[in-house]
């Protein structure tokens, strides 16, 4: 199923046609509205006029966060005020957030490009959509909503937490479809097994966008084989709107990425040099179709690769992997390169290993990682525990190349988040 077949099907050729045209008309906007872009073309000694073909992305400015940041709260404008409807800021992860403005056009093009994702999962009218992000200033929820209003899908915007409640909102209204982070999956999952609710049995939900932050296959394993339903990996940032950005087809093999929206690159993050196809990378984006504030190769600091080869479901649209991690998330423990991803990765495929996890860094080359377990193996046999304690210790040594301290901990101990999930705790720096 399609939301638009001419645009979504298109062929190669004409798509990167479409991409030209829309790179010229941006770089021209931005550079006529845009003090900030107008001095950074200056300094690079080149014009709107010089792009002629795809590859003369390349000589246009990269935009930072830290751009971003110093133009705040107005700077990045390219309309004028009485343009704007919207504000979002960055959910500030890693620091202080960044404005982000949508006209008009902005807020329905946003809410197109979920249209296309929502139905490339199978949704239909009668479904009825959770909306379990936080409404607000962030892009997560109120990007996703309307979205699928557009779609004609009844939605509840339950937002996040209140776990109880939003187990009789599913109950009561039927819900089929849920938008949540992995993290909260995971303690709503935590939450129905002590209550000895199987969701099979008991309700009637049939998939889930799961975004917002990294997770691994195995978790996505764990979440369908609890709840019986197919979930789809959802990526997007709040410069590039928000969710609606890459989005999983019914082949969950990669997340199409709208290029007739974006172009995509992936860089060397130190060098800021092009990779070829199929390596790993930086993500860079640059907006083709934003009217309130385009912004032109936006260093997401988010580590993928492009998935060569063409998906079953006949987009055009390429393919990205799973988000690797952030090239400011990556951990280094004596000049070793992790991610916490690779962390998760192994907890989670391990049968004993309850929801909940964190990653202490304590010394500059000391880690520990506490691990919320199965409540039965706190049955007073030590041996259990101690042989437990040794496997997650050696399947992180052998995927890590370093030796993690391993604390178990029985489930409930870890705070849990309604948000993004915070999993490292860096103590080196407080
Ligand atoms: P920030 O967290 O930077 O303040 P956002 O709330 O816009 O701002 O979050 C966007 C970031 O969230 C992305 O750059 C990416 O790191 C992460 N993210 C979003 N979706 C996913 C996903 N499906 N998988 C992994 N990471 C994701
Ligand atoms: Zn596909």
Not at 186 to 213: C, F, K
Not at 279 to 295: D, N, S, Y
Not at 316 to 340: A, E, K, L, Q, Y
Request: one cysteine or more; aromatic letters at 6%.
């Amino acid at each position: 199923m399609f939301w638009q077949k001419d645009i979504e099907a298109l062929s190669r050729k004409a798509l990167e046609e479409l991409q030209l045209k829309r790179l010229k008309q941006t770089a021209h906007r931005a550079c006529k509205n845009i003090p900030f872009y107008k001095e950074r073309f200056s300094k690079l000694n080149i014009k709107p006029n010089d792009i002629t073909s795809l590859k003369d992305i390349q000589r246009l400015p990269f935009t930072t966060r830290e751009d971003l940041r110093e133009n705040y709260p107005y700077g990045m404008l390219a309309v004028s005020k009485e343009q704007v409807v919207r504000l979002h800021t960055s959910s500030g992860t890693t620091g202080k957030p960044k404005a982000i403005f949508f006209s008009k056009k902005d807020v329905d093009r946003a809410a197109e490009l979920i249209a296309r994702c929502l139905i490339m999962t199978g949704i239909k009218k009668d479904d009825v959509l959770q909306n379990m992000m936080t409404y607000g200033l962030f892009t997560g929820a109120l990007v996703m909503h309307y979205g699928a209003e557009k779609v004609g899908v009844l939605v509840i915007p339950a937002g996040p937490g209140n776990t109880k409640r939003q187990i009789a909102l599913m109950q009561d209204f039927k819900t089929t479809t849920l938008h949540l982070t992995p993290s909260y999956a995971l303690y709503l999952a935590s939450v129905m097994g002590n209550e000895g609710l199987v969701p099979r049995r008991d309700l009637s939900l049939r998939r889930a966008y799961l975004g917002s932050e990294p997770y691994s296959e195995e978790t996505r394993d764990k979440i369908e084989k609890f709840f019986g339903i197919d979930v789809y990996n959802s990526y997007g940032l709040s410069e590039m709107n928000g969710p609606g950005v890459a989005f999983e087809c019914v082949n969950k093999n990669g997340m199409h990425l709208w290029e007739d929206n974006f172009i995509m690159e992936i860089i060397d993050p130190d060098t800021g040099k092009k990779l070829p196809e199929g390596e790993k990378g930086e993500l860079v984006l640059t907006t083709l179709c934003r009217e309130a504030m385009p912004i032109l190769r936006y260093r997401t600091r988010d580590i993928v690769m492009i998935i060569p080869g063409k998906c079953k479901c006949g987009r055009t649209h390429r393919r990205i992997s799973r988000i690797i991690g952030r090239s400011d998330d990556m951990i280094i423990i004596r000049g070793v390169n992790i991610f916490p991803q690779q962390i998760e990765r192994v907890l989670m495929g391990i049968k004993a290993v309850a929801q909940n996890y964190q990653i202490v860094l304590e010394a500059y080359d000391q880690m520990t990682v506490r691990v919320e377990i199965s409540k039965d193996l706190f049955d007073g046999r030590v041996e259990h525990l101690v042989n437990l304690q040794n496997e997650i210790t050696e399947k992180l040594r052998s995927e890590l190349l370093v030796k993690p301290k391993v604390e178990l901990l029985e489930p409930g101990t870890l705070p849990v988040s309604e948000g993004k999930s915070t999993r490292v705790i860096d103590k080196r720096t407080l």
